[in-house]
């Protein structure tokens, strides 16, 4: 199996653009989570699905962070409009069973100037 | 309260010595799971261990072992013969009853000296 996969791996934006992530989770994992990384706050979960479905946004900081799982497939993270402190590595992972261990992409290391 | 606290911000050790990295956690569920990941500088998240707070006996996967201490709530991961390439940055987790939302600490840093 491939694996989670992310892309981009790397993303450089300006302050107010549009930022899209994207993730395909392991095949037949039914479960994809969105996380963040810094530093001064660690890794965050940000939202999580489960058969396509938002489960738990509580974790997304603000309006301008939206997340989408149209398949089973493929989800999108979008970042509109992007501001410096939105600069992370966020990390999809994908878990066959909610409770089962989540195997993790490579995660995108953003960076909004 | 912090679900998982990892106290040990960077641990050195001697190659081929043995390292425990310390994991407290905080529930009051009966039912939990706990994890650990494994995070080297090039940045991805690898799944070393799972403990489930049934389990009558610890966890071991190779050179991994988990020192589950259920009264205490530590789940202490125990590396044997270190290797260079174990040097990384170590999550311990925690999935709470039958929720589906992971509680990471902050990690330690692993630097194995050769």
């Known amino acids: 199996d491939a694996g989670v996969i992310q892309s981009p791996r790397h993303e450089v934006t300006e302050m107010g653009q549009e930022v899209t992530l994207r993730c395909k989770p392991i095949?037949?994992?039914?479960?994809l989570f969105w996380y963040r990384q810094t530093m001064m706050r660690g890794l965050e979960l940000l939202i999580y699905?489960?058969?396509?479905?938002?489960?738990?946004d509580s974790g997304m900081p603000e309006d301008r962070f939206s997340a989408k799982m149209p398949n089973a497939s493929f989800s999108t993270l979008k970042i509109q409009p992007s501001e410096p402190r939105d600069s992370a590595v966020y990390f999809c992972?994908?878990?066959?069973?909610?409770?089962?261990?989540?195997?993790f992409g490579p995660g995108t290391r953003l960076t909004v100037t | 309260a912090q679900k998982i606290t990892q106290t040990q911000p960077g641990m050195f050790v001697q190659e081929k010595e043995a390292v425990t990295l310390d994991c407290t956690y905080d529930?009051?569920?009966?039912?939990?799971?706990l994890f650990w990941y494994k995070q080297p500088s090039s940045g991805e998240m690898i799944f070393l261990i799972y403990?489930?707070?049934?389990?009558?006996q610890n966890a071991t996967e190779g050179r991994y072992s988990l020192n589950f201490q259920k009264a205490r709530k530590s789940a202490n991961l125990v590396i044997s013969a270190s290797q260079l390439g174990d040097s990384a940055m170590y999550f311990c987790?925690?999935?709470?009853?039958?929720?589906?939302?992971?509680?990471f600490g902050t990690g330690t840093s692993l630097t194995v000296i050769p």
């Open positions: 095949s037949g994992h039914d479960y």
């Open positions: 992972a994908s878990s066959l069973w909610g409770n089962d261990e989540q195997y």
């Open positions: 529930t009051s569920d009966p039912s939990y799971g």
């Open positions: 699905f489960n058969n396509n479905v938002p489960i738990d």
């Open positions: 403990q489930g707070s049934y389990d009558q």
């Open positions: 987790a925690m999935r709470e009853g039958t929720g589906n939302q992971f509680y």
